[in-house]
């Protein structure tokens, strides 16, 4: 378990860093790693992690397809933010979707952390929907995600991931800021 769980932290980091760069390689070696953690989650029983990474082999095809075809005439799609209506919602998901998801977790099988498990699986989703579409807003949900997820790891003694997770707090607030700099070239706002 050991090698297959620093091979995917090892994917993880390249594909976080590459995401940062919107360099268009980060969805291939994002796949490398999802593979990966669905074969891991399954081992130590974060069910809901495991479902998250089902999903996210279809989002990575997703993003990675939008990468390169989803702007204007089939252009690169630039970096962007949400409204503040759609942060809203987004924000009300997140917080329904974690109770609804933690309830039956914690009602129907024996997960070991059912609403932490909950909130990373169900913000992690919005935050890789919002990723893909290139929305600002995705890195300070990864933010709060990784947080919580340093916890779980380490609780479940996941110590590989959850440095994994230490690195990707950092990565997420220095790809938050990149990602805010190139929206702001886009907008022309110094």
Not at 102 to 113: C, K, L, N, Q, S
Not at 145 to 160: Q, S, W
Request: aromatic share 18%.
């Amino acid at each position: 378990m050991f090698w297959i769980e620093a091979t995917a932290v090892i994917f993880g980091f390249i594909c976080v860093w590459l995401t940062i760069r919107q360099n268009i390689w980060c969805w291939p070696t994002g796949l490398v790693q999802v593979f990966l953690y669905i074969f891991i989650f399954y081992h130590v029983k974060l069910y809901s992690d495991l479902i998250l990474h089902v999903v996210y082999v279809v989002l990575q095809i997703y993003g990675w397809h939008y990468w390169l075809h989803g702007g204007h005439d089939r252009a690169a799609v630039p970096v962007a933010l949400l409204s503040k209506i759609a942060r809203t919602i987004w924000c009300l998901t997140v917080v329904a979707g974690t109770c609804g998801w933690g309830y039956g977790m914690a009602t129907w099988t024996d997960a070991a952390v059912p609403y932490g498990d909950a909130f990373t699986t169900v913000a992690s989703l919005a935050a890789q929907w919002l990723l893909a579409r290139k929305k600002l807003e995705s890195w300070i949900l990864w933010v709060c995600v990784d947080v919580v997820a340093i916890g779980i790891y380490l609780y479940k003694g996941l110590y590989l991931t959850s440095g994994l997770y230490c690195a990707f707090l950092i990565l997420a607030v220095q790809g938050f800021f990149a990602w805010r700099k190139a929206c702001h070239n886009a907008l022309g706002i110094a």
